[in-house]
Every structure is written in structure tokens, then in C-alpha cells.
């Protein structure tokens, strides 16, 4: 489903603080399959990530998703990419605050134009379903670090896409919590969905609802998939 | 050199212009040279990076390319008083052998700018830069063009002196005079040349709406925006001007952007260069519309350039209509030199 060619991502090229964070990295993801991105602080986690999720754009190397080439695409064209495809939780929840939670959630569909009634029902459909509903009208401040995290996630889900990625999402959750993420990323996997985590919360790559563990170690794989 | 704000503003705005445009054109030469999208080297990712600074740089300078051939003819006419002999902008770019010339390569250079804005538009439609080569080839093309519009332009107005004594329009388009451009296509018969202008026009707006209707003939609508281009021009000198001015022996092509004549050139010229540029655009890109990535895009860009090449000529022939309408000469007979 994505595949990544010859990968090479350098800041500040040319300069003395040059740093090579990813260095030719040749890698497959399989689709509706929980993949792990696993490694110690500046691995080049990240970094990847969000070359994956187009997010940012490499130095050198091709993405492939679904057989068409994405890194050579012209601004308009991937952020339509990663509007539709793309959905995407963060280490912290990054909400928006002074809005309510309802308002979060249905943000990131604003500009694909749905009407707003319909687009009320799908967020609160996707709230209640983490059980939420009750938050709908609360402001952000007001959540707690776990109801937070769903909310991040209901919002990452609200245009549906197929592939969620997720940067070190237990980094800030207890034990529990994070128990109760992979459930939630267990429903993502039955409902055919791709899942690409990055992580060094053994919590995440040793559940057994994870398919392959790929091991990063100064922006290189170590090794192929687990 | 005559220190005048216009002047200033016209120099200021052929070097940004030029300057940019020689930047541009260096990355223009690496992109013609090294582009190959389906390589993931270093240097094509760079080159990808680099033509959004570029085109978008480009719309800029290009715009202001098209803009700086009106702040050029607005400049010679707000100028005429400076000189004697001078009675509007005709007689400013006479004073030196700079300043015609530099009105040619505007005009010329207005077009090129504009059928290259049309091509980068064209080209940001696709995903997969489908125009890039061509775009860029074209901007090769252009920059020395600009470059040399520039030197012309800096030599006309450093070269300026106060006490050069001009030609008025009345002698540099009479159509009693034998020599010079100006005055042959002043001595053409006037009302030929509404005949020949309505009738290419009639050709040129048939055409027009043929092509945006069935999608056929879309080259002969080009050609003809061209030469209805010429047509207009000419019939501007030699016939349409008498009726403005209200005068069988007044033909100058600048007087009619005076106040006195409530500006009405601006308007014609406006018209006239969107026509022309939008007419040369819809052909331009018809050998591209089989490129998958612009299928879906270009056949509804074409049209609506087409669409707007046919309303602006419209437009335009309206105008002249009723300047011809309203106005209170009337040739009955033509003394032909």
C-alpha cells in the first residue's frame, strides 16, 4: 500500500548543522495492517512519519501510495491527499481550545464542504462511539488527558481515511489508557482500516494486535518487518 | 535622463522584471536540462521545490510585464509637455531612437508574458507538472526578449534631453506624408478599413463562438484572434481615430488615451490585448489536451479562454461602434494620397 524508495530526509543541508535524519530507507506497509515504527529518541521516527503522511516532503527517494507516486506532487494536489486519505493523532492531543468539542472534531472536514447538519451527525456519531457524547458541548480545557486523546482520535477519523497514523500516541497516557488506545486501534484494524504507529512503549509494538514491527536506529532500518 | 516619477516607476519595474526573470530563467535552463520525474535524486527534488518559488515569482513578473506596456504609453503621454512638439505620447517616443522600438518589444513581450501565464496556469492543473519542459522552454525564449526591452527602455529614458525638439502625431500619422509606417497605414482609405474590420471581426467572432461551441477549429480561431489583432490596430490609425477625434485628418493612435477623449484608448487597448492574448491561448494549449493528468481540466480552460477572447473582441467592437455612432463626423468621400 506505501511503499518508500531509497528515502533520505536532511535538515539544514549545506549547512554546518547539517543532519541526516533518515537515510535510505527502502520499506513497505501493508494495508489494513497495524504497523509499528519502532526506536530509540532520534531514530528518525518521526521524521518518517510524517514523510509517510506527506506531511513533509524528502530529500531524496520516492512514496508510493497505492502505486502512485505522491512526493513529486504539487502542493494542492497532496493536501487533498492527506485530507481524504490521511488521519492523524499526535503525541498531544492538539486541540483547539475556546471551541467546543464538537466544533474540534468537525474542523478538519470544513474545507471538503459537507453541509454542516449532516457533518454534526457523522461527529457525533464517531464522539459516541468512544463515549463521548456527553463531552460534545464541553470546551477542550475542560477534558481530561484521556478524553483528550479520543477526541484526537474521533477527530483524526471525521473524513473517514484509510490509512491513520499515530506519533507516539501513549507517550502521555497511563497504563490504562494505553490499553484502551490499542482496543480502539484494534476496531481500526476490523473495520479494514491501515495503522502506522510510531513507539517505544513496548505496550504498543509487543500487542499482539500489532502485524510488523519496524526497527529504526539512526535513521536506517535495522531490520525488515517482524 | 528626465527625473520624473513615471520614469522612475518605468525603470524601477523593467529591472525587477528583468532581474527575476534572469534568476528564473537559470533555474528554467536546470529544469529543461536535469527534470525527470520519475527519478527521486536529490537534484529533482530540489527542481520540484524550486518551480513553485519560480512560477509563482513568474505570475508575479508577468503580471507586471503586462501591466508596465500601459504605465509605458500612460508615461509618453503624461510627458508630451516637457517637449516641445510633443502633443501627446507619439511625439515623447520620438524624442530618441529608443522609444519605438521599446513599444514593439512591449507589445510583443505583453503577449509572450501573457501566453506564458496561460501555459502555467494550464500546468498547475495537473499533478504531475505536464507543461513544466514546455513552460519553461517558452520562459528561455522570453527572458532575452525582456532583457533586451530593458536595455532599449533604460536607454530611451536616460537618453531623454529637454531640449530635443519632437514631431507631433499630426505629422508622424499623416496620411499626407509618404514615409514612415505611421503615415502608410494612416493613408489607407477609412472606409475600406472599416469594411475589411468588420468583416474580419464578423469572421473572427463566428469562428470564435463555432469553437467554443463544437470544439473544432480551435487554430483558425488563434490565427484569426492574431490577425483580427493587426486588423484592429491598423483600423484604429486609419479609420476608427477619425471618428473619436471627430476630425477626417487625425490619426494618431495616442491622443485617444487623453482625457480629453475620456481615456477611451485605455479601454480599446485593454480589450484588444485580453482578446488576442486569451484567442492565442485556447490554441496554444489544443495539443495538450490528450495529456491524461489534463483531460479532465483543459478542454473547460480552453473553452473559457476562447469564451473570453470572443466577449473582449465583442466588447471592443462595441465600443468602437458606438464611438463611430455617436460621433458627429461622416466621410462621405476620401481623398486617397
Known sequence: MIELLNVRKVFNAGSPSEFSAINGVNLNIAENKVTVLKGPSGSGKTTLLSIVGCMSRPSAGRVKLQDREITSLPERFLTDIRRKTFGFIFQQPNLIKGISVLENVMLPAYPLGEKRSELKVRALNGLDKLNLSSKAASKVEWLSGGEAQR???????????????????????????????????????????????????????????????????????????? | MILNPTVIANLLASYVSSGMLIYAAYYGAQILKYWNIESGDELQLVL??????????????????????FLYIFTADALAPLFVGAMCGAGTLNVNGFGYPTLELKI????????????????????????????????????????????????????????????????L?????????????????????????????????LSGLFFYVKRKGGYLYAGMSLAMFGISLVAIVSAISLYIYELPTHHCPFCIIMQDYNYIGYLLYVLLFGAVVTGMGSGLLLPFRGIHSLKQVLDDFIGKLALASVLLYALFTAVVSYQIVSSSLEISYEVIY
Not at chain 1, 495503522?195 to 509494538?205: C, E, G, M, N, R
Not at chain 2, 520540484?48 to 503580471?63: A, D, P
Open chain 1, 151 to 226: 477526541v484526537a482520535i474521533v477527530r483524526a477519523l471525521i473524513n473517514d481515511p484509510q490509512i491513520i497514523i499515530a506519533d507516539e500516541p501513549t507517550a502521555h497516557l497511563d497504563t490504562k489508557l494505553s490499553y484502551r488506545f490499542m482496543e480502539i486501534v484494534d476496531q481500526f484494524k476490523a473495520q479494514g482500516k491501515t495503522v502506522i504507529i510510531t513507539s517505544h512503549d513496548p505496550l504498543v509494538y509487543d500487542s499482539s494486535i500489532v502485524d510488523d514491527v519496524v526497527n529504526l536506529r539512526d535513521g536506517r532500518l535495522e531490520d525488515g518487518p517482524k
Open chain 2, 48 to 69: 520540484e521545490r524550486k518551480t513553485y518559488l519560480i512560477s509563482t515569482v513568474l505570475s508575479f513578473v508577468f503580471g507586471l510585464q503586462l501591466l508596465s506596456l
Open chain 2, 108 to 171: 510583443l513581450n505583453f503577449i509572450l508574458a501573457g501566453l506564458w501565464l496561460v501555459l502555467n496556469h494550464a500546468d498547475n492543473q495537473g499533478y504531475d507538472y505536464p507543461l513544466i519542459k514546455k513552460k519553461y522552454l517558452l520562459l528561455v525564449v522570453i527572458t532575452p526578449f525582456i532583457a533586451v526591452e530593458t536595455v532599449l527602455e533604460s536607454f530611451y529614458f536616460l537618453g531623454m534631453r529637454a531640449d530635443v525638439i519632437t514631431s507631433c502625431c499630426g505629422s
Open chain 2, 173 to 205: 500619422f499623416s496620411s499626407e506624408k509618404a514615409e514612415g509606417l505611421g503615415s502608410e497605414i494612416a493613408s489607407l482609405p477609412a472606409k475600406q478599413m472599416l469594411w475589411v474590420f468588420y468583416g474580419g471581426m464578423l469572421v473572427t467572432l
